[in-house]
C-alpha cells in the first residue's frame, strides 16, 4: 500500500518535478536524492490523490517511475477500484519470481496454485486425544492385532485420554513426561506404555494430524534406562506342586509353558483343535504365533497325561475372559504352591530343561519359534540331563484338578510378552 510522506521527506528533491496527466488526473514526479547506509542513491518519488487521501510510492529508475505513474493515472481516469501497489522491496520479491517462474516456462499464478495445492496436502487436520484413540483401537482391531495386545493398549491410553482431552498436536514430549512419571508404576510398565504412546502418535501423524516432516513428542522423549527382570526357572518340585495347585481353567497354561515353552500370549489365543493328543502335537499357526509364522511343537508324555482330562475337541484353550484376568488367576496358583514366580519362568524352564533333554539348540529353538542366539541369551540355564528328565517325569496323579476360582472383575497392567 503506498504511503504518504513527511515535508521533511522533500528537503532532498531535485530538478523540477514532471506531471503525467490523464483525463483530468495527474501524478507528479520528484527526482530525489536519499541516503542509505552512509550512500546516496537517486530515486523517483510519485505523489497523487486517491479517495481523498494523499498517496506516494518511489521507483529506483526513472523509466519505472514514468510508467507507473501513466499507469495510475489512466487508472484514476477511468474511476476504477484502487489497486494494489507494490513497494520497492515488494515490487523486486516480484522480479524475481517472474523471473524463476519464467525459467520453468510458468507464471507466478501457476506458482501460486502449486503452492496452494502442495500446502493442501500437509495441513495439519486437528483431532482430540479421546477421537484419535477410538480411531486407533479400532484400525488396530482391523489390521487383525491381538486381543492381548487390544486389550493392553485400551487399558494403557485410557488414562491417556482422560489426562489430556485435547488436541493431539498440543501435546509436549514435556507433557509426556510428566505423565509418564505420574503413573506411579514400574520403569518396565512405564516403557510399555510409552511405548504404545509411540504407536499411538505415529498413527496421528500418518492420518495428517500431526507434521509428517517432524518428530512426534513420543519419539522425542527418551526411552528409559532399566536392568532386565532376572528371569529364572523353576525346580522340577516347584513345577509339580504348582500343577496340583492348578484349576481346571487355569492348567493348560501351565502345562503348554512349563512342558512346551509356549509364550502365554500364544497359548491365550490356541484353540484345542490345534492340540493332537494321539499325535503328541501342537501346531501353533501363523496367526497367533509372535513371529506369524507356523510351527510344529511336539507334546510330551507328561504334558499330554495333563491335559488329557480336560481336552476338548474344539473351542478355546483359555476360558478366561481376558489375558489379564488369567495371569491374576495364575497368581493365585503361584501363591498356594509356594512356589517362585518371576517374569516368564515358565516359558524360560521349559526351554532350558527341554534344551538340557535334546542337547540340540537349533531344534529346540524351533521348536520354541525363537532364534539360536536368542535362546542362549534369553533362556539356557544351567540344568542336568538328570534335571531335564525329573522335570519331564511330572505326571499327574488320579486326582481331578481343583475347584475353580471365581474370576476377578480387576483388571493390571499385562507383563511384557515372552521373546
Not at 55 to 84: F, M, N, P, Y
Not at 163 to 191: K, M, W
Not at 192 to 212: D, Q, T, W
Request: aromatic content about 8%; overall charge positive.
Amino acid at each position: 500500500m503506498a504511503k504518504s510522506t513527511s515535508a521533511s521527506q522533500y528537503r532532498k528533491m531535485t530538478g523540477k518535478p514532471k506531471r503525467i496527466t490523464r483525463g483530468g488526473q495527474a501524478v507528479r514526479i520528484h527526482k530525489r536524492t536519499d541516503s542509505k547506509s552512509g550512500g546516496e542513491y537517486m530515486c523517483w518519488q510519485l505523489y497523487w490523490r486517491e479517495e481523498g487521501k494523499a498517496r506516494s510510492t518511489t521507483r529506483r529508475t526513472e523509466e519505472a517511475a514514468l510508467a507507473l505513474a501513466d499507469q495510475i493515472a489512466v487508472r484514476l481516469a477511468k474511476g476504477e477500484i484502487k489497486q494494489r501497489i507494490l513497494s520497492g522491496l515488494e515490487l523486486a520479491d516480484y522480479e524475481k519470481a517472474t523471473a524463476l517462474c519464467a525459467g520453468s516456462g510458468g507464471t507466478l499464478l501457476d506458482a501460486a496454485r502449486f503452492y496452494e495445492s502442495e500446502w493442501q496436502k500437509r495441513r495439519i487436520q486437528e483431532i482430540k486425544v479421546p477421537v484419535l484413540v477410538t480411531e486407533f483401537l479400532s484400525a488396530k482391531t482391523q489390521d487383525g492385532c491381538s486381543d492381548r495386545y487390544l486389550d493392553d493398549s485400551r487399558l494403557r491410553l485410557k488414562k491417556f485420554s482422560k489426562a489430556f482431552p485435547e488436541q493431539i498436536g498440543c501435546i509436549t514430549s514435556r507433557n509426556l513426561d510428566d505423565f509418564l512419571r505420574a503413573l506411579n508404576v514400574s520403569i518396565r510398565s512405564r516403557d510399555n506404555v510409552h511405548k504404545i504412546l509411540k504407536s499411538l502418535f505415529s498413527y496421528a501423524r500418518a492420518r495428517g494430524y500431526l507434521p509428517a516432516s517432524e518428530r512426534t513428542a513420543a519419539e522425542i522423549l527418551p526411552r528409559v534406562k532399566f536392568k532386565p527382570p532376572v528371569i529364572g526357572i523353576l525346580k522340577p518340585d516347584e513345577f509339580e506342586r504348582t500343577l496340583k495347585a492348578a484349576t481346571r481353567k487355569t492348567l493348560p497354561a501351565f502345562v503348554l509353558g512349563g512342558f512346551c515353552g509356549m509364550r502365554q500370549a500364544e497359548i491365550c489365543r490356541l484353540d484345542w483343535s490345534a492340540i493332537e493328543l494321539d499325535r503328541k502335537l501342537i501346531t501353533v499357526n501363523a496367526a497367533i504365533a509372535k513371529t506369524s509364522r507356523r510351527r510344529l511343537v511336539p507334546l510330551h508324555d507328561a504334558a499330554a497325561a495333563w491335559l488329557a482330562p480336560i481336552a476338548k475337541s474344539t473351542g478355546p484353550v483359555i476360558e478366561y475372559s481376558s489375558p489379564i484376568n488369567l495371569s491374576e488367576m495364575m497368581r493365585s496358583v503361584w501363591k498356594a504352591a509356594k512356589a517362585k514366580n518371576t517374569q516368564n519362568c515358565l516359558r524360560h524352564s521349559g526351554a532350558s530343561y527341554r534344551l538340557a533333554a535334546t542337547g540340540n539348540a537349533p531344534e529346540t529353538a524351533l521348536e520354541l519359534g525363537t532364534s539360536v542366539q536368542m535362546l542362549m541369551q534369553h533362556y539356557r540355564e544351567l540344568v542336568t540331563k538328570e534335571d531335564a528328565k525329573r522335570w519331564f517325569s511330572i505326571f499327574p496323579s488320579k486326582q481331578e484338578p481343583a475347584a475353580e476360582a471365581p474370576e476377578s472383575d480387576s483388571f493390571e497392567l499385562s507383563s511384557q510378552e515372552g521373546v
